[in-house]
């Protein structure tokens, strides 16, 4: 959510699906089915609405859940009619749903057309059929291709979510999803690393230790290289890792896996940390006891500096430095200036130093 694009969530809670997803806690049962009513429904967006200082900003409603199209056809109908009904009176601007690649097909997507959905995001989770059977998805590769397609021919917004971290998922097999993904050319992406939740397969797989989480470092190296690529092919990557809530944290709902209520700042600070290494390496010897300088835009200050200062700890450390000083300068968010004091001076761009990177794998 940005200043200027506000979302409504519209949570879906299903009370039964028939696939058993080994990293979900949902019960298998058949047939799929909510207890959101449209009351609800209206209530929320009302609830939203009435918050808004004013209009000037895109107003979307997004309904999450994982399986929208999955829900009976009468009730999905009863659901999308009101924020269909607000989006006719100008109040919202657009709807969203999510849902699984094999429930798309003709007639769901003429239903949603009904309905003026404009963006539809598919779990795909994984390229890899292996990958894919070990997590119970119930779907292979070939459907993901189809609904994909699918999707863009009926003029919808394509959205691609993938997990990174699942049972016989690897650094490769992740870099090819997101390879293929930048063929299926998605409006936005998603990227979650995979946790250990309660009450799931994936719990009793971990506890009988047949399964590994990734470690956060792992996670976050993973992530770094796939928002770097997605934003090499200008592929808007919305969220990476899930919304922290009172229950989704460590200790409570998560057993294990790399959780990080700020996980994209990890990711954004490696890239850089990245970027300034890949330049300073080159100048060991003239970095000893020296302050270096960076100049940036103010919006990329806390990233270029790391978390607690990390990337500050880490050049200090790896160069010798004196001190690193970070300063704001009114020049593009891809420009960062680069000065090793009574020694070197240069102009890097994130963009090029992400093609130079991406070109590498």
């Known amino acids: 959510m940005s200043k200027n694009h506000y979302i409504i969530p519209i949570f879906v809670p299903h009370l039964g699906c028939p696939h058993d997803c080994v990293f979900c806690n949902q019960r298998r049962i058949t047939g799929l089915s909510t207890d959101v009513t449209p009351n609800y429904v ?17 107003i979307e409603v997004a309904f999450y859940g994982g399986s929208f199209t999955g829900i009976q056809n009468s009730i999905q109908k009863e659901l999308l009619a009101v924020p269909f009904e607000y989006k006719n009176k100008g109040k919202i601007d657009a709807i969203r749903l999510s849902t699984r ?19 539809i995001e598919l779990g795909v989770q994984s390229l890899n059929d292996e990958v894919l059977n070990k997590s119970g998805r119930g779907h292979n590769v070939q459907q993901v291709y189809i609904a994909s397609k699918l999707i863009k021919e009926y003029g919808f917004n394509l959205g691609l979510q993938m997990m990174i971290g699942l049972v016989e998922d690897n650094r490769e097999r992740a870099i090819f999803t997101a390879k293929e993904f930048v063929k299926l050319e998605p409006y936005c992406v998603r990227i979650y690393p995979t946790l250990v939740i309660k009450d799931t397969y994936l719990e009793k797989m971990y506890n009988n230790n047949d399964y590994t989480p990734l470690s956060l470092e792992e996670a976050v190296d993973t992530a770094t290289i796939l928002l770097m690529l997605f934003e090499y092919y200008n592929i808007n990557v919305i969220r990476i890792g899930l919304q922290p809530t009172d229950n989704i944290r460590l200790g409570k709902d998560v057993i294990a896996g ?18 300034l290494k890949d330049y300073l390496d080159r100048y060991y010897e003239d970095m000893f006891n020296k302050t270096l300088i960076i100049e940036t835009n103010g919006k990329n200050i806390s990233n270029i500096a790391g978390q607690k200062s990390s990337n500050i700890d880490f050049m200090v450390d790896r160069y010798k430095l004196k001190n690193v000083k970070i300063y704001i300068k009114d020049i593009p968010r891809d420009i960062i200036e680069i000065t090793i004091v009574n020694s070197k001076k240069a102009t890097l761009s994130r963009k090029k130093a992400i093609e130079n990177y991406i070109k590498k794998i």
């Open 42 to 58: 209206r209530k929320t967006i009302e609830e939203h609405l009435s918050t808004f200082p004013n209009r000037k900003i895109t």
């Open 258 to 275: 790399p959780f990080h209520p700020s996980i994209r700042q990890l990711v954004e600070s490696n890239i850089y940390r990245i970027i």
């Open 101 to 119: 690649p094999d429930y798309i097909d003709k007639e769901v997507l003429n239903l949603l057309n009904e309905y003026k959905v404009d963006t």
